[in-house]
């Protein structure tokens, strides 16, 4: 499980903002992701990659898992995990009470 960002969530959209405005002004984006990385003293170009990358798949400009999609995957995965105890407990109850009328019973 990721761990929660120590960024806040305005300060993740607005470096991804001055990411588009400042790629023209740079030879190529791994400079600009360190210029707007050092700028707002982000620790790292790579994790400001990473928030470029997600905004761009969200946006739809670059294939991939949408963060909504993940998320949904993420409740689906969760929910058929429990369905699938619920489902396992059932067997075992069933099979349990199965065999309680298989027994002969002593009748008085």
Known sequence: MA???SYPLELR???VRLVAEVRGDH???SAALRAVAQKLAI???ETLRNWVKREEI???QRPGTTSEE???MKTLRKENAELRRADDILKVAASFFAAELDRPHARS
Do not use: I
Request: charged share 20%; no cysteine; proline share 11%.
């Open 27 to 29: 030879p190529n984006e």
């Open 58 to 60: 969200n946006s739809g």
């Open 13 to 15: 959209k607005r470096a």
């Open 43 to 45: 620790g790292s170009a």
């Open 3 to 5: 761990r929660p960002s």
């Open 70 to 72: 993940s998320a949904a």
